[in-house]
């Protein structure tokens, strides 16, 4: 119950959904209230906070906070004895081949283990990730896909019941105990992760994954100053880690 409370509230505050329940606010007062200046205020406030989250100025920062923290594993061959790989997204439809099923980030996760686990093919590749009510778990999926790829099922574990990153921390965590390891999941994410591993006296290697901001040696062209939803994807990215860190600290205090 705990747990679904928390992806709600999550997920109203989302910068889309906030924006939405501020202007909501707005027009409330606007049409039902004699308060037309606090109206107006917040319609106001409502358009620049939108104009901003899609504003590629403000959203490239924000993401390249948290991807700057822990650089990309360059060098590949480090004799690791587990590849870590965080769930993300996916709908397991028949309809569709296993890479049309999941998520482009769940894509980009794997792919970063696989290039990881041909340059250690001794490793042991851990995937995660519940099913949330799906036909098949998030962990399976991707198991399916490292298969279709040459990873044979016996160098696979699949953790099919984890709720969330603590959970995939504290599960992986009695996995690896003191061998060497390396954490695949996505830049933004990966100073979030590091910190539940840390928690759990665990410190794999940070191998990030799915960079959204990318530095461009080239002049930047001017219509990339257009709002734009992908620069407001990219925001709610950020966004997300910023409240799960927020999140894990209010737990620790409590």
């Known amino acids: 119950m705990l747990f679904i409370l928390k992806k709600w509230i999550g997920a109203l505050l989302m910068p889309l959904p906030f924006v939405l329940m501020l202007f909501l606010f707005a027009l409330i007062l606007l049409f039902f209230t004699h308060k037309q200046k606090l109206a107006k205020f917040n319609l106001l406030l409502s358009f620049i906070l939108l104009f901003s989250f899609s504003f590629m100025p403000v959203s490239e920062p924000l993401v390249r906070s948290l991807e700057s923290k822990y650089p ?6 480090q004799n690791f004895d587990y590849i870590l790989v965080l769930g993300s997204g996916g709908i397991a439809d028949p309809s569709l081949p296993v890479t049309g099923q999941l998520s482009a980030v769940a894509l980009s996760r794997l792919m970063e283990a696989l290039r990881l686990y041909h340059a250690n093919p001794n490793a042991i590749l851990v995937v995660s990730g519940g099913n949330f009510g799906d036909l098949k778990s998030h ?38 105990k003191g061998q060497s390891a390396v954490l695949v999941t996505s830049a933004t994410h990966m100073p979030r992760a590091m910190r539940l591993f840390h928690k759990y006296n665990r410190t794999p290697v940070a191998a990030p994954a799915n960079y959204l901001a990318k530095n461009r040696l080239g002049e930047t062209p001017y219509y990339y100053y257009i709002p734009s939803s992908d620069y407001l994807d990219k925001t709610k990215v950020a966004w997300h880690e910023y409240l799960g860190t927020l999140q894990n600290w209010l737990k620790a205090q409590l």
């Open 72 to 77: 990309p594993v360059m060098q590949a061959a």
């Open 139 to 176: 962990a399976l999926l991707l198991q399916e896909l490292a298969i279709s790829m040459n990873i044979p099922k016996d160098k696979i574990i699949r953790l099919d019941n984890t709720l969330d990153t603590d959970d995939e921390a504290r599960q992986m965590s009695e996995i690896i």
